[in-house]
């Protein structure tokens, strides 16, 4: 099961979840405060500046909300990364590697855990790093990762 606490959280949507086999668990005033703030519309960016709480602080309780199965990512609400975006990416990666390009790309995507077609786009700048990292020649990893810096700048706004 992919890691969804991987990366850089702030764009995540999570939701509350109901479970029938509850049983006795004990929650802390923090962990009440962020279940109260999951309502499968607000990033985890929002709920850590609507509660003044750093991201740190926010991914291990929200982790651990996670393991008690008290939160769920709210994917359908969740951004994910375009075609063009990765259509991008493509041409871009083929330039530095070569025609290999697009099975590494769909390899590391399964290595993430991710999907296609569901990419989420807070995982977006891990999934450049991790391509960049494959490309062997100096010049051409820095070429891939000017271009695509500027990509993430264009889908981050």
Excluded: W, Y
């Excluded at 802390?28 to 500046?49: F, I, N, P, R």
């Excluded at 995982?123 to 990893?141: G, N, P, S, T, Y």
Aim: proline share 2%.
């Amino acid at each position: 099961m992919a890691n969804i606490f991987a990366g850089d959280i702030s764009k995540l949507v999570l939701k509350r979840t109901v479970r029938a086999d509850l049983g006795e668990v004990s929650l802390d005033s923090q962990m009440l405060h962020v279940m109260m703030e999951l309502d499968g519309q607000k990033t985890l960016g929002q709920v850590a500046q609507s509660l003044n709480m750093n991201l740190k602080t926010l991914r291990a309780i929200t982790d651990r909300l996670h393991q008690l199965r008290l939160c769920e990512s709210a994917k359908d609400s969740m951004p994910v990364l375009s075609r063009d975006f990765f259509s991008v990416l493509s041409a871009e990666l083929s330039r530095a590697m070569g025609p290999i390009a697009d099975v590494v790309i769909e390899d590391e995507i399964s290595e993430m855990g991710e999907s296609h077609n569901r990419f989420p786009l807070h995982r977006a700048a891990e999934l450049v790093d991790v391509l960049a990292r494959q490309i062997l020649r100096e010049e051409r990893k820095v070429a891939f990762q000017q271009v695509m810096v500027k990509e993430l700048r264009g889908i981050g706004s």
